[in-house]
């Protein structure tokens, strides 16, 4: 069925399918029409593109359109933000992780003192700790999952609150700053909103940046042209980037 789909592509749109993105392809084999956006111009991708941003369509399926555009424009930068958001940040250093994608999140702990019993779910301060590294692992957390898979945990959590594990080597730390007793569990608590918060970030930064290029260039015109691969960056820097 693959091979009939991709048999009836344009050259161009044929190599661009073959570029390995076959496990892509697969998930969406469902919808044989999203392949045969690949067929459209610039103008009609874009408009489905922001369409399906109103329409609240699964992310899979928007970011395949994401990249469909992004074949058309020609733009490394697009394209690279694009691959990863829709592939995830997983083998990212920690400073490639944009930063809208940085959490604020609170450090809970189950405490054992002695004679009392345990304390569970005790807020501590993340200010109080002195050593720079462990206060910002508890603080924030960069989320380094595709769209889809944020999208995912957001559908299937059903509290006020995600929980990421601590490491039992920063317990001595925090036990340093504790008047009495040891902690036996901690965790970091980030809002359940956050999933879908960076979701709508990405959705907005791409309107901005589509919207704006439709106003500033004509997509008519060859987009290779090096021109209009300077403003393309001037705006992805401006709209998408712009941290």
Same mark, same amino acid.
Request: with cysteine; hydrophobic share 40%; glycine share 4%.
């Given at each position: 069925?693959?091979?009939d789909?991709?048999g009836?592509?344009?050259?161009?749109?044929?190599?661009?399918?073959?570029?390995?993105?076959?496990?892509?392809?697969?998930?969406?084999? !469902?919808? $044989?029409?999203?392949?045969?956006?690949?067929?459209?111009?610039k103008?009609?991708?874009?408009r489905?593109?922001?369409?399906?941003? =109103?329409?609240?369509? &699964?992310?899979? +399926?928007?970011m395949?359109m994401?990249q469909a555009?992004?074949?058309?424009l !020609?733009?490394?930068?697009?394209?690279?933000?694009?691959?990863?958001?829709?592939?995830?940040?997983?083998?990212?250093k920690?400073?490639?992780? @944009?930063?809208?994608?940085? %959490?604020?999140c609170?450090?809970?702990a189950?405490?054992?003192? @002695?004679?009392?019993? %345990?304390?569970?779910?005790f807020?501590? &301060?993340?200010?109080? %700790? *002195?050593?720079?590294? $462990?206060?910002?692992?508890?603080?924030? #957390?960069?989320? &380094?999952?595709?769209?889809?898979?944020? /999208?995912?945990?957001?559908?299937?959590?059903?509290g006020?609150?995600? *929980?990421?594990?601590v &490491?039992?080597?920063?317990?001595? #730390? %925090?036990?340093? !700053?504790?008047?009495?007793?040891?902690?036996?569990? =901690? !965790?970091?608590?980030?809002?359940?909103t956050? @999933?879908?918060?960076?979701?709508?970030? $990405?959705? =907005? *930064?791409?309107?901005?940046?589509?919207?704006y290029?439709?106003? /500033?260039?004509?997509?008519?015109?060859?987009?290779?042209?090096? *021109?209009?691969?300077?403003?393309?960056?001037?705006?992805?820097? +401006?709209?998408?980037?712009?941290?």
């Amino acid at each position: 069925m693959l091979s009939d789909v991709i048999g009836h592509l344009p050259k161009k749109k044929c190599d661009f399918v073959c570029q390995g993105y076959w496990s892509e392809i697969d998930k969406l084999l !469902y919808d $044989v029409n999203l392949l045969e956006k690949l067929n459209m111009n610039k103008r009609e991708l874009i408009r489905d593109l922001i369409n399906s941003f =109103a329409h609240s369509e &699964p992310m899979s +399926k928007v970011m395949m359109m994401a990249q469909a555009v992004s074949f058309e424009l !020609y733009n490394n930068n697009f394209s690279d933000w694009v691959r990863k958001e829709q592939r995830g940040y997983h083998n990212s250093k920690d400073e490639d992780i @944009p930063q809208y994608r940085d %959490i604020p999140c609170i450090l809970r702990a189950d405490i054992f003192i @002695p004679f009392r019993g %345990i304390m569970t779910n005790f807020t501590i &301060p993340a200010d109080i %700790i *002195k050593e720079e590294h $462990v206060r910002k692992f508890v603080s924030s #957390v960069k989320l &380094p999952q595709s769209l889809t898979e944020l /999208e995912q945990i957001h559908n299937q959590n059903g509290g006020d609150e995600i *929980k990421l594990g601590v &490491p039992g080597s920063v317990f001595p #730390v %925090i036990d340093k !700053y504790l008047e009495t007793g040891n902690v036996q569990r =901690a !965790y970091r608590s980030l809002s359940a909103t956050a @999933p879908s918060a960076i979701i709508n970030t $990405v959705k =907005a *930064k791409m309107l901005d940046f589509l919207s704006y290029m439709n106003r /500033e260039l004509d997509l008519d015109a060859d987009f290779r042209d090096e *021109k209009i691969q300077e403003q393309l960056t001037d705006l992805f820097n +401006k709209y998408i980037w712009n941290e």
